[in-house]
């Protein structure tokens, strides 16, 4: 069983890659765009968590919040925004609130506050904890809580995106990973622009990952990337 989580943004792109780190990480996503639409979802699919954006349209994060607390005391929640001002949090937390992350955040962070609240709740139990965390390969080691990338040589923080690329990388080992599938699973489409980009994240993992010389990232022209080791 993995755990529910609804997870409510208005922002498409955020939304899209934070709750494909969720999924990756082990948890079942329910995404809404407003806090109407949350509420109605909410009543029909109670979640273990719930991660709001505060600023949104039809009904704000504050008065979701509320409106969660009077059908559910003992789910916790999670506000995620950009409102970082003292008398936002105090806000956040008087409304139902059991921690806030100011954006941005690291994606690391955000699983670490939910295991603790799932465990402070009562909910996190050991034979039901999201996936493994920790990937090693050659001599280094992917953690995709953290983000941290561990080489022979040093421990370097990864962004989210150098995360999802590794960890792709990681799941194709040893095969063609085409160009095309990084592009519309992380960037969500494969336009010039994100192309261009995704060579550049591509260029900082090799630069890493040369610590390990048994480790080969080669990109093959017009196909895409493998991952040898």
Same mark, same amino acid.
């Given at each position: ?21 969720? *999924? ?30 505060? +600023? ?31 008398? $936002? ?17 690291? +994606? ?15 909910? =996190? ?16 080691? !992917? ?10 040589? $040093? ?12 960890? =792709? ?20 489409? $494969?336009?010039?622009?994100?192309? *261009?980009? +995704? ?17 080969? !990232? +080669? ?11």
């Amino acid at each position: 069983m993995n755990y529910k989580v609804l997870y409510v943004e208005d922002e498409p792109t955020l939304a899209q890659i934070i709750s494909e780190g969720l *999924r990756s990480s082990g948890y079942e996503v329910v995404v809404a765009a407003d806090g109407q639409q949350a509420l109605e979802v909410f009543n029909s699919n109670i979640p273990d968590i719930c991660i709001l954006d505060i +600023m949104m349209p039809i009904k704000d994060g504050y008065s979701l919040a509320q409106d969660i607390r009077e059908k559910e005391s003992n789910i916790p929640i999670i506000f995620l925004s950009a409102k970082s001002l003292p008398e $936002d949090v105090i806000k956040g937390f008087k409304s139902g609130g059991n921690d806030y992350l100011r954006k941005p955040f690291n +994606m690391g962070k955000l699983l670490v506050r939910m295991e603790g609240l799932l465990t402070r709740f009562g909910t =996190l139990k050991e034979d039901n904890l999201p996936i493994s965390s920790r990937k090693r390969f050659g001599a280094c080691e !992917l953690d995709t809580l953290t983000q941290q990338l561990k080489t022979p040589i $040093d421990t370097y923080s990864l962004s989210y995106k150098e995360t999802a690329l590794l960890e =792709l990388l990681l799941s194709h080992r040893n095969t063609l990973l085409e160009r095309h599938v990084p592009l519309n699973k992380i960037w969500g489409d $494969d336009s010039y622009y994100n192309a *261009r980009s +995704m060579d550049v994240f591509m260029s900082h993992l090799r630069k890493m990952l040369k610590d390990d010389p048994s480790i080969q !990232l +080669m990109s093959i022209r017009g196909a895409g990337y493998k991952f040898i080791f």
